[in-house]
C-alpha cells in the first residue's frame, strides 16, 4: 500500500449530490454526473495501476502536461469506473501521448474528433467488457467507463474545454466514451493488437483519433468482395464529403459478414488489400459533392487512395450477431493524427 | 455527512500557463507574427500588421508561417521569433 501522499486540492461538500453540483458548476465533467473522487476512492484507484501517485503517466508533449496517475485516478473515479479498469486507462493515457498520435491538434481542432479506443487480450474478458450486441454503444460498465475516463482526463487536465482548447464545430457522440472491446473469441482472426505486433496472450489498447462511425448494411451476398465493396463506398463518401487525405480507417466488422468473409477464406490482411484498392476517388469527383471550388486546384484526374497502405486500415471483429451491419470509423484528419498500440 | 473530494485538474496546481506580461508601449517595437498555416491567417496578418505599424508605430515585423497547422512550430523558427518583443498567433480558420 502506498504512503505517498496525494497531492491535489481538496473541496468539502455536504454530500454526493453537493459534490457532483462542484462538478458540474465548475465545467469539470463532461455534463453527467460523476462519482466524487473522494481521498479512498483515488488511492484504492491509484493503487490498482501499481504506480505512485506522483509516477508520470504520460506527457502531453505540445503543452508539455504532466498526467500523473494520481489525476488518471481521479478520472477513472470521476467516470464511474472500477480500479481494476485502471491498467487499462493508463495505457490509454500513455497511447494517446505519443507524438504521433498528435493529442493537442485532434484536440483543439475545429474537425471535432473522439479518441475510438480498442482493446484486446484477455483483460476484455476479465472487465467484463462487451463485444457483441450493441458493441459501440451503451450497455457495459467497463466500456462506457474506460472511454468516459479519458475524456475527463483530457477536460481536466488538459484544458479540453469546449469553446476553450476544444474547439469543435461540432463533435460527435464519441466524445463522451467511444471504446469496444474485439469479439475475439468468436473471430478466427488475429487481433487487431496482434497484427499490430503484439503476443496475442498480452492484453492491449489502439486507440485512433477518430470522427463519428458510419454504418454499412449489405445482408444480400456471399461474395466477400461485394460486401468490401460497400464498407469502401462508404470509405470515398468520407473522402469526398469529408476530407480527403489518406489515414487510419478503422473497419468494426459484426458476426454476419464476418462469417461470410471467413468462409471465403479471407484474412484481415486480404481486407487490408482489398480496400487499399478500392477506396480511391479522383480529385475531379470532388465537383459531384459541390466542391467545385476546389475541385480544379489540381489535376482533376489525379487519384487519392484512402490508405497510405493496407496497414493503415485497423480491422476490428465486433458486434451482435444477427445484422448484415458494420461500421467505418474514419480517421480525425488524415495522417496527422496515427492509431497508437499500447501492451496494458 | 460530509465529503473531502479531490480536484481534478492540474491548474490547481500552480501548472497551467500563464499570460506572458504586456508590453508597456508598441511604439519602435518588433513583433513576431506566428501563422498557424490555416487559409484565412495571412489576410488577418496583413490587416493586424497594417494597424499595429499605422496606428501604433511598431517597427519591425517577424512574420513566420508554421509548416502544419495541427503541430507545434519547429524550435528553429521558435529561435527566430525569439528576437521578437512580442509574438501574435492566430488561427485564420
Known amino acids: 500500500m502506498t504512503e505517498q501522499p496525494l497531492r491535489s486540492a481538496t473541496y468539502d461538500v455536504a454530500d454526493l449530490h453537493e459534490a457532483n453540483e462542484l462538478f458540474q458548476r465548475n465545467g469539470w465533467t463532461d455534463g453527467l454526473p460523476i462519482v466524487p473522487p473522494t481521498e ?25 502536461r504532466r498526467i500523473t496517475a494520481e489525476k488518471v485516478a481521479i478520472a ?13 486507462v493508463t495505457a490509454l493515457v500513455r497511447a494517446v501521448c ?72 461540432l463533435g460527435h457522440p464519441g466524445k463522451f466514451t467511444f471504446c469496444v472491446a474485439e469479439d475475439e473469441e468468436d473471430s478466427p482472426w488475429p487481433s487487431l493488437a496482434a497484427e499490430r505486433g503484439v503476443p496475442a496472450s498480452v492484453s492491449a489498447v489502439t ?15 456471399a461474395d466477400p468482395r461485394e460486401i468490401l ?6 470509405i470515398r463518401a468520407n473522402m469526398l464529403t469529408y476530407s480527403i487525405w489518406a489515414g487510419n480507417y478503422a473497419l ?49 484526374a489525379q487519384v487519392y487512395a484512402a490508405l497510405r497502405s493496407p ?17 467505418v470509423v474514419p480517421p480525425w484528419y488524415g495522417a496527422k493524427s496515427l492509431a497508437v498500440t499500447k501492451t496494458i | 455527512m460530509s465529503l473531502k473530494v479531490l480536484d481534478p485538474r492540474l ?57 502544419d497547422s495541427s503541430r507545434p512550430a519547429p524550435p528553429e523558427m521558435l529561435g527566430e521569433l525569439s528576437a521578437a518583443d512580442a509574438v501574435i498567433s492566430a488561427i485564420g480558420d
Request: hydrophobic residues 45%; charged residues 25%.
Open chain 2, 11 to 67: 491548474d490547481a496546481e500552480g501548472e497551467a500557463m500563464t499570460l506572458a506580461m504586456p508590453l508597456e508601449r508598441l511604439e519602435g517595437v518588433t513583433i513576431g507574427l506566428l501563422d498557424n498555416a490555416k487559409i484565412g491567417t495571412a489576410v488577418l496578418f496583413d490587416h493586424v500588421q497594417q494597424i499595429l505599424a499605422s496606428r501604433f508605430g511598431v517597427r519591425e515585423f517577424i512574420r513566420r508561417r508554421k509548416p
Open chain 1, 229 to 234: 465493396d460497400t464498407y469502401a463506398a462508404a
Open chain 1, 98 to 169: 505519443e507524438p504521433v498520435y498528435g493529442l493537442h491538434g485532434c484536440t483543439a481542432s475545429t474537425g471535432g474528433s473522439a479518441p475510438f479506443v480498442v482493446v484486446n487480450g484477455p483483460i476484455r474478458r476479465a472487465l467484463d467488457m462487451n463485444a457483441t450486441h450493441n458493441a459501440l454503444a451503451n450497455g457495459r460498465r467497463a466500456n462506457a467507463t474506460i472511454g468516459r475516463a479519458l475524456r475527463l482526463l483530457i477536460i481536466n487536465v488538459l484544458g479540453g474545454v469546449p469553446g476553450r482548447l476544444d474547439r469543435s464545430t
Open chain 1, 311 to 327: 496497414d493503415d486500415l485497423l480491422v476490428v471483429a465486433a458486434g451482435g450477431p444477427a445484422g448484415g451491419f458494420g461500421v
Open chain 1, 207 to 221: 486507440v485512433l483519433a477518430a470522427e463519428s462511425p458510419h454504418q454499412i448494411m449489405n445482408e444480400w451476398t
Open chain 1, 40 to 64: 479512498d476512492l483515488v488511492r484504492r484507484f491509484v493503487e490498482a495501476s501499481r504506480l505512485g501517485p506522483a509516477d508520470v503517466v504520460g506527457i502531453e508533449p505540445v503543452r508539455r
Open chain 1, 76 to 88: 477513472a473515479v470521476m467516470a464511474g469506473g472500477l480500479p481494476e479498469y485502471m491498467p487499462v
Open chain 1, 252 to 300: 468494426v466488422i459484426a458476426k454476419q459478414q464476418r462469417d461470410i468473409i471467413v468462409a471465403a477464406g479471407w484474412s484481415k490482411a486480404d481486407i487490408r488489400r482489398y480496400v487499399f484498392e478500392a477506396a480511391r476517388v479522383r480529385r475531379g469527383d470532388w465537383r459531384a459533392v459541390g466542391k467545385s471550388a476546389v475541385a480544379g486546384r489540381k489535376d482533376e
